[in-house]
């Protein structure tokens, strides 16, 4: 029976979005030889100026602290985390300032390699998506995206210039938000395909067959032809950081029948049915508190949703992550900052993601 379940846990691979799974390559699958099990994992920005970016992981009501400095020592993560991103052997994390991408072992935490780039070329890193086994893609906020070699980490050619933020594989396409619109790339030649699919401002999530990205009060859905959909959602409107890259809130559920998204600034949570299209309010934050970070994380071995929220100012930095139901219900809140003798962690977590 081992052999067996060895066996079937090598049959899957993993390409990675850089917010879901793709339908079109196999799913990725808890790592039977990872450090941390149980339990899920929180990628910190930092506080910025005094701490770089950072790892977390909760399992239980027991939280291990900053996981990648205690397994490297010697080594930084760079200046406000923003993205990560696990495959099946690895785990990649960004950080807008250098190191900007570093390829980790889950097996020990420990630093495989890191990409360092020059911040006057290419300004900021933001998101990163797995293609396949040597290869992914990294997002920046002026050098446009490229295509990065793995395990060791190189750079290598550039896909296209200009601000480009989210980027995800679908199917045999790379996905990439440039500019504000939606353009895709072979994901075997990185050739360009189509660029100004739909205006998008964030994505993407991979439900129904199809890639999913928001622009204000619209849905946008990316068929395998790469046409798209536009979904009316009247005065609800898809949260995103207009200020300061932050990983999408758009999420899909692991049935792929919906999607799940902050609104109302962040105060409000909705759930989209992917067939009858239309949204429904599930859940609305405490007095006082807005998503921060990504905001929304959703659970692929139960469904349930990963809420961040922090106090909505700049003087106090509570920060608790609410798990609820997908339809809404809350089951448990974790004290994720909380002010003891007088002091945060200052954590700010940019997203949670799961094995």
Same mark, same amino acid.
Request: with cysteine.
């Given at each position: 029976m081992r052999k067996f379940l060895l066996l079937a846990f090598a049959l899957f691979a993993f390409a990675a979005c850089s917010d879901d799974a793709n339908?079109?390559?196999?799913?990725?699958?808890?790592?039977?030889?990872?450090?941390?099990?149980?339990?899920?994992?929180?990628?910190?920005?930092?506080?910025?100026?005094?701490?770089?970016?950072?790892?977390?992981?909760?399992?239980?009501?027991?939280?291990?602290?900053?996981?990648?400095?205690?397994?490297?020592?010697?080594?930084?993560?760079?200046?406000?985390?923003?993205?990560?991103?696990?495959?099946?052997?690895?785990?990649?994390?960004?950080? #807008?300032?250098?190191? $900007?991408?570093?390829?980790?072992? /889950? &097996?020990? @935490?420990?630093?495989?390699?890191?990409?360092?780039?020059?911040?006057?070329?290419?300004g900021q890193a933001n998101s990163f998506a797995v293609v396949d086994k040597a290869h992914g893609v990294l997002t920046t906020t002026n050098g446009g995206a490229y295509v990065v070699a793995l395990n060791p980490l190189v750079l290598g050619d550039r896909l296209c210039d200009g601000k480009c933020t989210d980027v995800?594989?679908?199917?045999?396409?790379?996905?990439?938000?440039?500019?504000?619109?939606?353009?895709?790339?072979?994901?075997?030649?990185?050739?360009?395909?189509?660029?100004?699919?739909?205006?998008?401002?964030?994505?993407?999530?991979?439900?129904?067959?199809?890639?999913?990205?928001?622009?204000?009060?619209?849905?946008?859905?990316?068929?395998?032809?790469?046409?798209?959909?536009?979904?009316?959602?009247?005065?609800? #409107?898809?949260?995103? $950081?207009?200020?300061?890259?932050? /990983? &999408?809130? @758009?999420q899909a559920a692991p049935t792929g029948k919906a999607l799940y998204f902050a609104a109302e600034n962040g105060h409000a949570f909705y759930k989209f049915d992917v067939a009858s299209k239309m949204p429904s309010k599930i859940f609305s934050a405490p007095q006082g508190f807005v998503t921060y970070g990504a905001g929304v994380a959703v659970n692929p071995h139960t469904g349930d949703l990963y809420l961040t929220l922090k106090v909505d100012n700049w003087t106090d930095y509570d920060t608790n992550i609410h798990i609820v139901s997908p339809d809404g219900k809350q089951k448990e809140v974790i004290s994720y900052d909380k002010k003891v003798d007088e002091q945060y962690y200052y954590w700010f977590p940019s997203m949670i993601l799961f094995r």
């Open positions: 339908d079109s390559a196999p799913v990725p699958v808890p790592g039977v030889n990872d450090k941390y099990q149980g339990g899920f994992y929180i990628y910190n920005e930092g506080w910025y100026g005094h701490t770089p970016a950072n790892l977390c992981y909760q399992a239980g009501d027991k939280l291990e602290q900053m996981i990648f400095q205690t397994a490297n020592p010697e080594m930084k993560l760079g200046n406000t985390g923003t993205t990560a991103v696990f495959t099946q052997d690895y785990l990649y994390l960004v950080a #807008k300032e250098s190191p $900007n991408l570093t390829e980790v072992d /889950p &097996t020990n @935490l420990k630093g495989l390699s890191n990409l360092q780039l020059d911040s006057r070329e290419h995800c594989l679908f199917n045999n396409y790379i996905l990439v938000i440039r500019g504000g619109k939606i353009c895709a790339f072979d994901a075997t030649s990185f050739k360009l395909l189509k660029e100004d699919i739909a205006p998008a401002n964030t994505g993407f999530a991979l439900a129904d067959g199809a890639a999913w990205a928001a622009n204000n009060n619209q849905l946008v859905k990316i068929n395998n032809n790469l046409e798209a959909e536009i979904i009316d959602l009247g005065e609800i #409107k898809v949260m995103y $950081n207009q200020w300061a890259y932050t /990983p &999408t809130g @758009l």
